[in-house]
């Protein structure tokens, strides 16, 4: 695995993610993932964080680069990725891993014994 690329996180969403993965009794794979990569993450302000990267209801456009298909979803916390097929939940491997990322951002990300690769194209916030 490569290193991983740098990541930003708000704080309200730094918030919000720990009171979530701290009663989420479900993929135990995707709850520590996420708590190391709120540990390795760069916090800033939400008013401060860069149009340029993706957070809670982002929509994100990316890249599968497994499969070569392209994505465009709405990064959601799990009660609100029912709302559409357009959404993606941040407790699913894929959610998890865009989590953070700036635009042009690469990452490999495991899941389930495998590795996904995952480029992000573009970011447009709500």
Known sequence: ????????VSTLDRERLY?????????QEVVDHLYDELDRARFLEPE?????????????????????KTYELV???????SAGDDRLSILSPVGA???????GATIEWPSK???LHLRLTGVAQA
């Open 113 to 115: 014994g495998k590795t």
């Open 97 to 103: 891993a865009l989590l953070g990322l700036s635009v």
């Open 48 to 68: 401060a964080m860069p149009d340029d990267v993706v957070r809670l209801n982002s929509r994100a456009r990316f890249l599968h680069e497994d499969s070569g």
């Open 1 to 8: 695995m490569t290193a991983l690329p740098p990541i930003t």
């Open 19 to 27: 009171a979530l993965l701290e009663k989420h009794p479900g993929d």
């Open 75 to 81: 990064l959601s916390m799990p009660a609100e990725a």
